[in-house]
């Protein structure tokens, strides 16, 4: 029995499994499966590498579904964020296993991106990758090389830095055990494991455990082997990843085989079925130690029937330890049967082709030493070369040194002039930009203000030009309305546009993510502008559904507003024909959504002009159909925060066809459902309100006209209104009396909204009563506004203008969430 090597047995192999062991066994997969999904919800790159972190513990376990889930994942949120280094890990990680499922074309794509990148932290992985690949042809000493000087390009501090380093270690010790060298390999685990991975992060693997115990195996040490293998068997059996029990499987296997305990072997690999049938790879390993077994106990039959599997599933590329088995257990197995000759004769070449296997990787490690080494000597010559140059030049420094003193005073003069002139124009900039942030402000403030001001007496125009429309008119009184109605639109449309456009502009604007489905977007849309296009005679039609009925997480508004930005101006510019709103799914989780027209369409040469802001394709545009030029510049931008891009293409007089491609996640599979019968479903806003006989309203706002607005609004209704026009006399009244809903303007004096509303929030929690529905009613569109409204405890926010469709839907909405 070979004698177990001393330095396995010392305190840093013991600190080492030790550590290993207690880290594995407080955690698990499962833990790690929810750090991920903790880690998608941060939108931040510290989420990004956390993701990765999790799909390389995945990978290393061999788990390719598990790994490629979890790379998807961390695909779609790097493309969100824009993250190129991470999109380029993403890219790796498919690279890795493609190879490990048989693609020969893989390592070629790690070595483009190693060779191809400027970022550090993409090359370390894709080095670390490639190198695996290296190790797989029997290359040890250039994959130790490259990883060697990929390690010197890594950055002393950083996030990034201790996770690269330990990668690096991990797969150097892997290179070190092909080399047999024990101490060297066993130092790289230590390091990869104590030194450099985190700590407080989930790490149920237990892959250096394994990799010490095949070390001691490999080099016959039969004692440590048996003590790796029972920290190993403890860890595995506690897990649920099948590809580890299989692992642990063979481990087990090899240990008794290495024994000569071949009852033992055939146990070992009863015990880790189904799992061992699963992994292909394994087999490769796993079949020759059981023919061997099987042959060795007497069962030639089934030596025989498992030698037969390990030739149809083993090729060239199974690598030399593998093949070497595959010889023995030929060997074996012609002894078995009585064939002694044949079994001498191939065990007799398998030792020839044995060493030189062996020598040539020895000379391989053996080269790259002496590579390093004369590396090193050059690198002594080059510097004794410029030693002695500098003694040369010294002498002759000394000889100019009067000189070189009238010169550094010259420059030191020169130099505090410049630094005083430096200093003065830093003082100038900063002024500068102290005045541009102060400008900046003051846009922002003046544009908030102004949005206040207008919407307010413009919520009186659209209100009330929307109860006159709704009321029995004569034509000629209904079309002065219809003007009325259609210019107060266009006033509000524009202030949104030039709100939406600042936002963007001062990088304010925030996109949110919720789930919706695609097809509920595209048919609301079809149905807005459908009595538009009836009116011209033009058909729009809709493509795309139900084949995109599905629930993704995306900003549903935003994209509600890009969309019919193109359909309006589809149809705003088409006089005859069709209009078609198209949406189709590309890789992944892309959709492209187009807008085709058959209107008058624009030149080539416009069109890299058309998405600035204030563009037409020409100056009588404006006047014949209207519009700001604010909305293709306004989509533009929103598609490329969405981490998408917008184009377009047309001929003059043959019409245009606007698209974007965005990524939508999904969320789920939902129930197949035409577009006429979620229509259907969609409650009437009025009955919602009315189903509660005598609702009692407190409508708190301080402008009268804005009071009467919501009282002529609700006037057709069974509600009973009382008004105040401050925020104390609301909590005052809300104290009092008893409330179903409360409507409150947030700009007040006395008491403003927002203060009133936290106030209502504590007299319910202090006097134990219901939660009452409040609605903010508001000029305030800022996403700032809204999210103050939120947070001071209201239910919804409500921008003016109001019209009866409107407030009536959002009291329907909020009544029936709180119902």
Known sequence: MALALPYLQGERPARLLQQVETRAAQTSFADLDRFGTEAERLRTTEGLRRLHHVVSLYINQNEGPKARAWNARLMARA??????????????????????????????????????????????????????????????????????????????????????????????????????????????????????????????????????????????????????????????????????????AMMCARVASMRDDMPRVLSCMEAGQPELSRNDYLKVWILPLEVIALARTGRVAEAERVMADWDAVADSETGRLASDLGVRARAELLHAQGQYDEAIALMRRYQQQSYVSQARAYSDGIHQITQDMQEQLSQRRRQLEVEQANARLQSAMIRAQAWVMGISLFFFVCGFATAAWLWIQSRALRRARRRAEQANMAKTQFLANMSHEIRTPLNGVVAMADVLHRSDLQPKDRDLVDII????????????????????????????????????????????????????????????????????????????????????????????????????????????????DTGVGFEEGFRQRLFGRFQQADESITRRYGGSGLGLNISQNLIALMGGDMNCESQLGKGSRFWFDIALTPVGKVAT?????????????????????????????????????????????????????????????????????????????????LTATQRLRQIERRDGRVHTPIIMLTANAMSEHVEATMAAGADRHLTKPLTAQSLIGCIASVLEDTA
């Open 485 to 596: 109605r259609s210019s107060a639109g266009t006033l509000e449309r524009l202030l949104n546009d030039i709100l939406d456009s600042a936002r963007i502009e001062s990088g304010r604007l925030r996109l949110e993510s919720a789930p919706f489905n695609v097809c509920e977007i595209l048919e609301g849309v079809q149905q807005l502008w459908s009595a538009s296009a009836e009116d011209k005679g033009i058909k729009l039609e809709l493509l795309g559904c139900p084949e995109l009925d599905r629930t993704v997480t995306g900003d549903a508004e935003r994209l509600r507003q890009v969309l019919n930005n193109l359909v309006s101006n589809a149809v705003k510019f088409t006089e005859a024909g069709t209009v078609t709103i198209k949406a189709e799914p590309l890789d992944g989780d892309r959709i492209r959504f187009s807008v085709t």
């Open 79 to 248: 493309t969100a964020l824009d993250n190129e280094r991470f999109r380029a890990i993403a890219g790796l990680n498919n690279a890795i296993l493609a190879y490990e499922g048989g693609d020969g074309g893989a390592a070629d794509r790690i070595h483009a991106t190693m060779n191809g990148t400027s970022d550090w932290y993409v090359r370390a992985v894709a080095t670390r990758y490639y190198a695996i690949t290296r190790f797989d042809k029997d290359q040890v000493g250039e994959g130790l090389r490259l990883l060697t000087a990929v390690q010197a390009q890594i950055p002393n501090e950083g996030p990034d830095a201790d996770i690269a380093h330990s990668g690096i270690w991990e797969i150097m010790g892997l290179g070190l055990m092909a080399l047999n060298d024990v101490q060297g390999a066993t130092d790289a685990f230590a390091r990869y494991e104590l030194d450099y991975s985190p700590n407080d992060w989930p790490r149920p693997d237990f892959d250096s455990i394994y990799n010490l115990g095949s070390m001691a195996i490999q080099v016959g040490d039969a004692a440590n082997a048996e003590r790796f293998f029972a920290a190993h068997d403890r860890l595995a059996r506690r897990s649920n990843l099948h590809g580890l029990k299989a692992y642990n």
């Open 673 to 753: 459902e035409t577009g006429n019968a979620r229509k259907s479903t969609m409650p009437d806003h009025e009955a919602c309100v009315t189903k509660g006989s005598g609702l009692k309203v407190l409508l708190a706002d301080d402008h009268a006209p804005n009071r009467k607005v919501v009282e002529v609004l609700l006037g057709p209704l069974d509600v009973e209104l009382t008004a105040v026009v401050d925020g104390q006399q609301a909590v005052e009244a809300f104290e009092k009396g008893c409330f179903d809903l409360v409507l409150m303007d947030m700009q007040m004096p006395v008491m403003d909204g």
